[in-house]
């Protein structure tokens, strides 16, 4: 696969991991090893420059679901230098997130490196001239928001 051209970006966009504390969901389905498999598949994709992860990390809204994530997720961005950034969706809890991701904004090297972007739950990060805000828009409770 052949680099991006000079002035682009390329994002790795995971969306919906649903890891659980358990290692399976309801219906047996092990998210942790679909993640490892996505990852693994795009291990020679060049020119990453951020690993965005857009909701529903945690599908029973769990600190161990949402650890399970940023272990994985955190090891396959540090081996390529690049941040890595997460947001939450209707199955997470936004007290659990916190506790884990912090503002969601993870540098190269893990520290959360993301800026609060006023009070309606946002953060902000600057990547290879990119910005890049995620919102927060969960509704607890409610699959809308």
Known sequence: MAE?????????????PHLTAAGTDEDGVDAAAALDRILYDVRFVPGIDAVVVSGDIADDGSAGGCAGVLDRVGAFARERGVPHIYCTGNHDARDTFAAVFGTGHRGPDGRD??????????AVSHVSGLRI?????????????
């Not at 991006?4 to 919906?16: A, C, E, Q, Y």
Request: proline share 11%; glycine share 14%; aromatic share 0%.
């Open 4 to 16: 991006p051209p000079v002035g682009t970006h390329r994002i790795l966009h995971l969306s919906d």
């Open 113 to 122: 490196t993301g800026e609060a972007a006023g009070p309606e739950r946002a």
């Open 133 to 145: 805000i995620t919102l927060d828009s969960l509704v607890p409770g409610k699959v809308h928001g």
